[in-house]
């Protein structure tokens, strides 16, 4: 049977127990779909699964400003990743909260009016690190979650690129206009329910502050609980590999690899370097040669997840560490 999952096999979503299990029962009471890939693709790794779902939940469902712009910030960020999976995904949720005409808009590749287009632009302008962000296309304060959202969704898509196939429903379905309205009717309860900030954080180890763009909000402690879970993805990697990629994480102006992967480590030399690498700058270019030149005897899936989860924070990071701080420091 085939399944959306590529190089690891998550355990069936019934088996779960524990934190995973628990995760899962706030996933299908706040986003309204039940054991969705995205983050059963995680679940090798309880503890990254349940801050991926945290600060998804603290900014796009749980923060503050309208579902609907931050559902279009998440649409734009996931357009300039290349994940067609997400950008499918988030334009069935715009059916969701009711904005049909928009989500078709935005389905047939035209572009929204005034405000929608400036949240659309703002979206995809996060992925390169140090971006004029600011004037923000949506009031101030509700900058905490829409810098989560796209975060959030910085770091999904990678995963979604890197570990899930481009079909978000069996044959591609989700490509004609009545199955994206009808499954964004079937969640249009739960998307337009406010959902009580802070839901998620018990969820997660400890309770760190976060950054200071985030300071006061529940968005704070969960990228701050994502930053620690993906931390001991570079315990797989010996130092060298480490010290290269820092060196180009550090310098990485947003833009996607050219065409001939100039500058990576070469599959046979360096496999775990060049995973960590693709998953930051360019996951949907990971292919069956890339994993299997890495993978060992005794490599199992969570250490890809962690792999690759690593290198998508990594991303991610830099991005965040560009980002302007209202306190001026960073105090997670």
Request: charged fraction near 20%; glycine fraction near 8%.
């Amino acid at each position: 049977m085939s399944t959306p999952f590529r190089y690891t096999r998550p355990l069936p979503p019934r088996a779960a127990t524990g934190l995973v299990a628990e995760v899962y029962e706030q996933i299908s009471r706040d986003f309204g779909i039940d054991r969705p890939p995205t983050f059963v693709v995680l679940s090798s790794v309880p503890e990254i699964l349940a801050a991926a779902w945290a600060l998804t939940r603290e900014s796009l469902i749980a923060g503050a400003g309208s579902r609907t712009g931050k559902e279009v910030a998440a649409l734009g960020v996931s357009q300039v990743n290349k994940c067609p999976f997400c950008v499918d995904a988030h334009t069935m949720l715009l059916h969701a909260t009711g904005d049909h005409a928009l989500a078709e808009l935005l389905a047939r590749g035209e572009r929204p009016q005034q405000e929608h287009a400036r949240i659309l632009d703002w979206g995809r302008a996060t992925r390169v690190p140090g971006a004029e962000l600011e004037p923000y296309p949506f009031p101030s304060e509700q900058a905490p979650a829409y810098l989560g959202t796209a975060l959030a969704f910085h770091f999904i898509n990678r995963i979604v690129s890197a570990l899930l196939t481009e079909q978000l429903l069996p044959g591609n379905v989700q490509r004609f206009r009545a199955v994206r309205s009808l499954a964004g009717r079937a969640v249009a309860g739960t998307v337009r329910r406010r959902a009580v900030p802070g839901a998620a954080l018990p969820l997660l180890e400890g309770h760190s502050p976060g950054p200071a763009w985030a300071a006061g909000t529940a968005v704070g402690p969960a990228y701050a609980a994502l930053r620690s879970a993906t931390a001991p993805g570079a315990g797989l990697l010996d130092a060298e590999d480490r010290a290269l990629v820092e060196k180009t994480l550090g310098t990485w102006d947003g833009s996607h690899p050219p065409a001939v992967l100039t500058g990576f480590p070469r599959r046979r030399e360096r496999p775990a370097a060049r995973l960590v690498l693709l998953a930051a700058l360019a996951p949907y270019r990971i292919t069956d040669e890339d994993v299997a030149a890495w993978r060992q005897p005794g490599d199992t899936d969570d250490h890809l997840v962690r792999l690759v989860a690593h290198g998508a924070f990594a991303a991610v990071d830099r991005i965040a560490s560009a980002l302007p701080l209202p306190s001026g420091r960073d105090v997670s």
